[in-house]
């Protein structure tokens, strides 16, 4: 039995610690805030509960595998629910579509509402994706890979200087088509000049497997998580920094940390490794991709009936999440904003025919700065800066011996399903006890 520390208890942390712990590790999970959870948990105020961050997944599978391989199935303790509109876009032209999940036949429908033909065009961009989740799936999201040692068909895409904004041009003659296909990267702070072509297959993923939510809010899944770290008997330290790893002879002996040093022959860095000053030579080379704005609202009133994801695309861009917890009568709605927020965000919406403005009874903003000093780091993980960025990143494993990477700024990226995935890999990197 090895002695495992996690260091982050967001949810790359909370997947590692308990897919270890039922391999039958010696699990210490270190968390520098008082609560865990990291960007999947609750915002509360007066009354009302937002999702800090996620609201919503895509490829629930990585989930019920996590629940499946660290306990009890998933529907004993969880409900995940899919959204029948993924979200809805406005465009600046007052267009506008809403974007189903989970059925090819459903998306060719609403993209002819939006002009007859589109539907086809989409669809077939969405299918031109399927092979290269076949490979990616094989080679790089469900196995331990070998950034040297990449199969043929896998390097072909990965080392492919093909990027998004390009293939998006070349595909669509219709904008709008562009701006649903870029939406998912330019919400997670990236240019898509410097995405690489072959992370279009989320649109495949939402089309394939539709897009999933749990009612009650997306944090509850970090909570249950957190209760499941008791039954499988991780030792938990909360209020705890993690400030950096021992290392001998070129082999991980120890994490020392605000409560003292802990003597670990694993470790897994479910943080941004820049914060562990052993591991931060090795991603000298990448950047944290930035949240947006966020604005949390508390509303009463009468209110417009908006899907689970509206997306108003301008400049700036925002989007509202209506998902929150809310007392009789209200609602919680979350605000993301990115671009020019040059006035403030309810202003920005009421430009675009939303206008709460009277309706809001709570309010809690948040700043980019704030979400990562908050959180340590960017829980969006690494910036993409082209094809390049793919090898730079850490995990599963580390140049350092016993020393392993989980969550947004390891392989295979931010995102629920990539995050719960690298927790996977690292589980099975590492092996049973
Ligand atoms: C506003 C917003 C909206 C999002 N919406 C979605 C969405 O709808 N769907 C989706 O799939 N994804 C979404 N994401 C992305 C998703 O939240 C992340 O991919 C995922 O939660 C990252 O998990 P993580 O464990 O890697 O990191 P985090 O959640 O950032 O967790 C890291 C944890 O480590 C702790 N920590 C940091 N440094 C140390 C240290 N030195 N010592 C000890 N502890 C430390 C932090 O306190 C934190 O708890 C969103 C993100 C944001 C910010």
């Excluded at 809403?98 to 086809?120: K, N, Y």
């Excluded at 997306?218 to 249950?224: D, E, H, K, P, Q």
């Excluded at 009468?302 to 695309?313: F, G, K, S, T």
């Amino acid at each position: 039995m090895a002695r495992v520390v996690v260091v982050g208890g967001g949810f790359g942390g909370l997947a590692s610690a308990v897919r270890l712990a039922k391999l039958g590790h010696d699990v210490t999970l270190v968390e520098q805030a008082a609560t865990l959870g990291g960007a999947l948990s609750f915002e509360t105020g007066d009354g009302f509960a937002w999702d800090a961050g996620p609201s919503w997944t895509l490829l629930p599978a990585v989930i019920r595998d996590l629940f499946r391989k660290s306990g009890r199935p998933v529907e004993r303790e969880l409900e995940l629910v899919p959204l029948e509109v993924v979200r809805e876009h406005r465009f600046e032209d007052e267009t506008s579509v809403r974007v189903p999940g989970g059925s090819r036949a459903a998306q060719i429908a609403a993209f002819d509402e939006l002009d007859p033909g589109l539907g086809q065009h989409w669809v077939d961009h969405v299918a031109s994706f399927s092979d290269d989740w076949e490979v990616l799936r094989r080679g790089y999201l469900e196995h331990p890979w070998d950034p040297d040692s990449v199969p043929k068909d896998l390097a072909a895409r990965l080392d492919s200087r093909e990027v998004l904004h390009k293939r998006l041009r070349r595909t669509f003659k219709d904008e709008r088509l562009r701006l649903v296909a870029g939406h998912p990267f330019v919400a997670e702070g990236h240019d898509l000049r410097n995405v690489p072509a072959w992370l279009g297959v989320t649109a495949y993923l939402e089309q394939r497997f539709g897009a999933w939510t749990v009612p009650g809010g997306m944090a509850t899944l970090g909570a249950t998580l957190a209760e499941r770290l008791v039954t499988r008997k991780v030792s938990v330290l909360t209020s705890t920094h993690a400030t950096d790893l021992v290392v001998r002879e070129g082999r991980v002996a120890a994490v020392t940390t605000t409560a003292g040093e802990l003597d670990a022959d694993i470790v897994v860095c479910a943080v941004d490794p820049r914060r562990l000053p052993q591991l931060a030579v090795h991603v000298q080379r990448t950047m944290p991709a930035i949240p947006p704005v966020v604005s949390h609202l508390g509303l009463e009133g009468e209110l417009p009936d908006l899907p689970h994801e509206l997306v108003l695309h301008g400049d700036p861009m925002l989007v509202v999440r209506t998902g929150g917890l809310a007392p009789e009568g209200c609602q919680a709605w979350t605000l993301h904003g990115r671009g020019r927020l040059a006035e403030d965000m309810l202003r920005a919406l009421a430009r675009h025919g939303i206008d709460v403005r009277q309706n809001v009874v709570a309010r809690v903003d948040r700043s980019p700065r704030d979400l990562v000093e908050r959180w340590g780091g960017s829980p969006m993980g690494v910036l993409w800066q082209g094809r390049a960025t793919v090898r730079r990143r850490l995990g599963p494993t580390t140049p350092i011996t016993g020393v392993y990477a989980a969550g947004a700024h390891a392989t295979p990226g931010a995102g629920l399903p990539f995050v719960g995935l690298s927790a996977a890999l690292v589980a099975q990197a590492v092996g049973p006890a």
